[in-house]
């Protein structure tokens, strides 16, 4: 553990901070978008075209982390279901999942209460709320099952093109198109949040705890059943690294397989168990 924090605590700093700076993005576009005096929102009175004005802004968010020099050294996870689905696929050690996880949730709550200082009662007060994500309409079953098929999707295709060559440089465009989707598709469904540590940023200033159990189950089970998956089909020994953006310019402390194919593509890895 000492190891792990004393050599890879810049990688947990950059997690917490990345899930922290898509939780303001997340709590401002909100803000700015369903506030109901917003002139954004009195401009656009389509729910429908007010997601997708939402999600645009989302993906984007996602694919800026994931290509920024922080992102490409942390890996940009930002979510502890895909760290816990890499743990499982043994390409990260134990303390690190465990870090990156705590990191997450302390980065991701960070990011909802400067939101909230900034914004005062237009964010915490509904119908932004914090940014909760509860069930939609359509009930809790209806809920889960999105949140399982969204993060199964998500994971499946964040192992797929990762581990191609010729995709691997497309995997944070493709992510952050998932997430837009996912915000015009999963929203009125289950809030879409596919990310424990973003529901429980959310909910713990609200005390808003509506069928959390399930932002907390189905996203960590729909990426694990997509690593599996993918097990099943390619074996594990396909899956190379635990980064959605490995290059040869910053350090990777996973297990990473890039040194077996070629050498000089690795920087130092410092692995502690």
């Given amino acids: 553990m000492k190891d792990a924090l004393r050599y890879h605590w810049p990688e947990y700093v950059i997690e917490a901070v990345g899930l922290g700076c898509f939780m303001i993005a997340a709590g401002l576009l909100t803000t700015i978008i369903e506030l109901p005096t917003s002139p954004v929102r009195v401009a656009i009175a389509g729910a429908l075209w007010r ?3 939402l999600g645009t802004g989302m993906g984007l968010t996602a694919i800026s982390i994931i290509y920024s020099r922080w992102g490409k050294r942390s890996g940009a996870h930002l979510n502890p279901a895909i760290t816990l689905s890499f743990f499982l696929l043994g390409k990260v050690a134990g303390w690190d999942a465990f870090f990156y996880v705590v990191a997450q949730a302390v980065g991701g709550l960070l990011g909802v209460l400067a939101t909230a200082r900034a ?3 237009w964010f915490s007060d509904p119908p932004i709320h914090y940014i909760v994500t509860a069930p939609g309409a359509r009930g809790v079953a209806v809920a889960f099952v999105a949140e399982f098929s969204m993060a199964f999707v998500l994971m499946a295709m964040v192992l797929v093109m990762t581990n191609e ?11 952050g198109t998932l997430v837009a989707l996912f915000v015009v598709v999963g929203a009125p469904l289950s809030g879409m949040s596919i990310n424990p540590a973003r529901t429980l940023a959310s909910a713990w200033p609200a005390h808003f705890w509506q069928a959390v159990w399930i932002y907390a189950v189905a996203p960590p089970a729909g990426m694990m059943s997509a690593a599996f998956a993918y097990v099943q089909v390619r074996t594990s020994a396909a899956v190379r690294c635990a980064k959605l953006q490995h290059d040869r310019m910053h350090r990777c402390i996973f297990r990473c397989g890039y040194a077996a194919i070629s050498p000089e593509v690795s920087e130092t890895r410092l692995v502690t168990e």
Wanted: aromatic content about 6%.
């Fill in 51 to 53: 997601r997708a004005l």
């Fill in 119 to 121: 914004l005062g009662m």
């Fill in 165 to 175: 060559r010729v995709l691997a440089p497309f995997t944070g465009l493709v992510a």
